[in-house]
């Protein structure tokens, strides 16, 4: 199974201000996920990013507040922008396993807190 | 719309004590029913994947079943470090989806 590298694993921020989560993959995947948690909450998928291409946004998500980078097959970054107290939570990405019955392999979380 | 609903929110059992998690789902079509323990501050970690009704998988205390309309993670003797959050999520085969839609977890206490 793919191991996934995500950083930074906490942070408090200002609100108005961004913060920019990287995922670095230990192998070549086609899609990366990026996912978020909120408490209390199920993981709901923001934003699906594939190389070369411009990333697919679930409804509820917007480009403008959550740019996300795809520069090659194995790393991404999700921005979260002009923050708000209201996108504390944890952020996550992800990637489907080559060999399916693996599942898919999670990073291991940004717990981001807007203050 | 995809929809998974997991049951009980919280369950505390003594080490020892046997017990089944529930995940009840609905989904056009299912291309796979997932189950992820996640602990505290760490991400989803991977425990199973079934495709189709009646397909069982175990992993040493853990087995997981599935139906048409619900999957059971059955834990067997229980030890305390097995407490964790088990998660379940159904990928959609429709549309070429590639989203997993999760429920919102049951949370495992094992007390020695």
């Known amino acids: 199974s793919a191991v996934i590298s995500q950083k930074p694993s906490r942070d408090i921020c200002q609100r108005g201000t961004s913060l920019t989560i990287q995922c670095q993959v230990d192998s070549q995947v086609t899609m990366m996920f990026w996912y978020r948690q909120q408490p209390g909450q199920s993981l709901t998928l923001i934003a699906t990013?594939?190389?070369?291409?411009?990333?697919?946004?679930e409804s509820g998500f917007v480009i403008d507040k959550f740019p996300i980078s795809r520069p090659n097959l194995t790393f991404s970054t999700l921005t979260v922008s002009n923050m708000s107290p209201e996108d504390s939570s944890i952020y996550l990405c992800?990637?489907?396993?080559?060999?399916?019955?693996?599942?898919?392999?999670f990073g291991s979380g940004t717990r981001l807190t807007v203050v | 719309e995809d929809q998974v609903t997991q049951s009980p929110e919280a369950l505390r059992l003594q080490e020892g004590e046997s017990s089944s998690l529930n995940c009840s789902y609905t989904v056009s079509g299912l291309r796979g029913l997932f189950w992820y323990r996640q602990d505290p501050g760490k991400g989803p970690e991977f425990l199973f994947t079934l495709y189709s009704a009646g397909e069982e998988k175990e992993k040493e205390r853990l087995k997981a079943t599935l139906t048409k309309k619900e999957s059971f993670l059955h834990i067997t003797a229980p030890k305390p470090e097995d407490s964790a959050t088990y998660l379940c999520a159904v990928g959609d085969s429709g549309a070429g989806s590639y989203q997993l839609t999760f429920g919102k977890g049951t949370k495992l206490s094992v007390i020695p």
């Open positions: 992800s990637v489907e396993n080559h060999q399916e019955a693996d599942g898919y392999t």
């Open positions: 990013a594939n190389q070369g291409s411009e990333a697919t946004y």
